[in-house]
């Protein structure tokens, strides 16, 4: 039995989360306003590649990692030392890839330290994505909030001495992102190896299940990060680094609203791998969508009544027109919380396929109309074809997960007083304390 309820773990996800937003928007506003649009757009441009091929060298180590410990199968000792292994492998093949992919994107605008500092950032990110799936396994989830929260606190604070203070520019914003991500990786794997029993062998027999199991998690989500980020890399190449530095600004801030059925997701995940009542399982994550969409809507809608008001007083001038792709790009936004919430569960249960039968059709038409619309329309033709992908994707995965969980399309958004039992239960511990 979890010594949690679902609440108190969605409250810690979602206080981690909250605390990281916080960091990540000064972070942003920092960079904006230090880089401005053009500079701002290469930085955003040189840590997309980085970013996806993390997404594939993830391997799906994490949900597997969650699957393995939460069922109680395995021995959790092999377990980690597997996942150490499988480590070692993914994080240096993905440097290789990544140098690869630098090649045939394009260095214009880079210098040959910023791109090693980029890949630098590789194993990190990895190290902390790997061991963080074993304490979800564990749900021991705060040490996984933990990771989150001072890896956004870090990058904040290292930016602001590099950037801000010592004027280090384009440079100072990488170098803060390697090292803030270097930080967490040497205490997230410090705090492994102190707890486990780990053995680096090749030998052992659960890195082929990894593996074999990981292949499809990978491509679920390479496929998902395809669609999130392969427009920031088509404005670059079909467009000028100022349109990629006010397209990705706006979409960082429209993200922001993901934090909610992020920090959700996370824990349904968690819960999943131990769930032994399905229906039960079914229930709580419909009931959880239906709450994000309404809070989805609410914050959606103050952010198109206040961000022409907002975006110029915070981050100047040159990036008013980041309003229009933040205004824009919120019925794909919102679309998309589908998807977080209920994907949570789908990985969790061990059904990673699902994703890349949503997304991968609705990647395709990403590029196509990517190609389509950028070079007439630029920053606003990227977020018009993003709302397309995105309805499409959520659209799909949303009937798949209803095939597979037996639950109808109704069902999954029949709302009900129960819906908000939850603000009840709050408030009266709320009294009782």
Do not use: C
């Not at 630098?120 to 396994?137: A, C, D, E, K, Q």
């Not at 659209?395 to 709302?415: C, D, N, Q, W």
């Amino acid at each position: 039995m979890p010594k949690r309820s679902y609440f108190q773990d969605i409250a810690g996800v979602l206080g981690s989360n909250v605390f990281t937003l916080f960091t990540n928007f000064g972070l942003v506003i920092l960079l904006g306003r230090m880089l401005g649009p053009e500079m701002y757009g290469l930085y955003t441009a040189l840590l997309v590649v980085p970013l996806l091929v993390v997404s594939f060298f993830q391997m799906g180590i994490r949900p597997t990692a969650v699957f393995l410990i939460g069922s109680g199968k395995e021995d959790e000792n092999k377990v980690v030392s597997a996942m150490l292994t499988v480590l070692i492998f993914t994080a240096s093949t993905g440097v290789i890839f990544s140098a690869v992919a630098y090649f045939f994107v394009g260095t214009e605008g880079y210098t040959p330290l910023l791109i090693i500092m980029a890949l630098l950032t590789i194993p990190m990110r990895l190290t902390s994505i790997y061991t963080g799936g074993v304490y979800l396994g564990k749900e021991e989830i705060p040490i996984t909030n933990m990771m989150n929260w001072l890896t956004g606190l870090l990058t904040l604070v290292l930016a602001i001495i590099m950037v801000y203070f010592l004027r280090m520019g384009l440079f100072g914003a990488v170098a803060s992102m390697m090292l803030a991500n270097t930080t967490v990786a040497v205490v997230a794997i410090s705090m492994l190896v102190r707890r486990f029993k780990t053995r680096i062998s090749l030998g052992n027999p659960l890195i082929g299940r990894m593996l074999k199991t990981g292949v499809v998690y990978a491509l679920s989500f390479l496929t998902i990060q395809l669609n999130y980020r392969l427009d920031v890399i088509l404005l670059k190449v079909l467009s000028e680094p100022r349109e990629v530095g006010i397209y990705a600004l706006g979409v960082s801030m429209a993200e922001l609203l993901w934090q909610i059925p992020l920090a959700i997701s996370i824990v349904v995940m968690s819960r999943s791998a131990n769930a032994s009542d399905k229906k039960a399982l079914n229930q709580s994550t419909a009931r959880l969508l239906r709450i994000s969409l309404i809070l989805g809507l609410i914050i959606s809608a103050g952010i198109v009544v206040l961000s022409p008001w907002i975006v110029p007083l915070v981050f100047g001038e040159a990036f008013a027109s980041s309003v229009i792709v933040m205004q824009t790009i919120m019925p794909g936004i919102l679309m998309i919380i589908i998807f977080r919430i209920l994907s949570g569960q789908l990985a969790g249960t061990g059904h990673p396929e699902a994703a890349i039968k949503a997304f991968a059709p609705a990647m395709v038409l990403n590029v196509i109309l990517n190609y389509l619309w950028i070079p007439e329309f630029g920053a606003r033709g990227a977020v018009m074809a993003t709302n397309i992908s995105y309805a499409v994707a959520s659209v799909a995965y949303l009937i798949t997960y209803s095939r597979i969980t037996g639950m109808p399309v109704k069902e999954i958004f029949r709302f009900g007083k129960e819906d908000w039992s939850f603000i009840k239960r709050f408030t009266d511990r709320i009294k009782k304390a």
